[in-house]
């Protein structure tokens, strides 16, 4: 079994930054895509950004495009989210995503194998 410990969530004004780190352990390997995802209240779970194996491919949502950076330690089995230019928008729970095959990023949800808790983000106006 994998287990997937996101953390670095917190309270922050618009326009200040955040950096999210998610801790993989158990049954994983470090080839394989992994990616980030959130769910603000009442929307549904969206693609916010992946990477692929080796960190050297990476993919961003729309929304995200310039403002946050992805990157992955295999080493440390840890993934990271840069978050800078907070917007309100940004506001939700974010969740870390693993996949159990597949060395290549994805923005598609049910790629992912894994996922971890979450953790809240809230940016004020």
């Known amino acids: 079994q994998v287990q997937l410990v996101e953390s670095g969530g917190g309270l922050v004004q618009a326009g200040g930054s955040l950096r999210l780190s998610c801790a993989a352990s158990g049954r994983t390997g470090t080839a394989v895509g992994m990616g980030w995802f959130r769910q603000a209240p009442g929307k549904e779970r969206e693609f916010v950004s992946s990477i692929n194996w080796s960190g050297s491919s990476t993919i961003y949502a729309d929304s995200v495009e310039g403002r946050f950076t992805i990157s992955r330690d295999n080493a440390k089995k840890t993934v990271y989210l840069q978050m800078n230019s907070l917007k309100p928008d940004d506001t939700a729970i974010y969740l870390c995503?693993?996949?159990?095959?597949?060395?290549?990023?994805?923005?598609?949800?049910?790629?992912?194998?894994?996922w971890g808790q979450g953790t809240q983000v809230t940016v004020s106006s």
């Open positions: 995503a693993a996949r159990r095959y597949g060395n290549t990023w994805s923005s598609r949800s049910y790629d992912y194998d894994y």
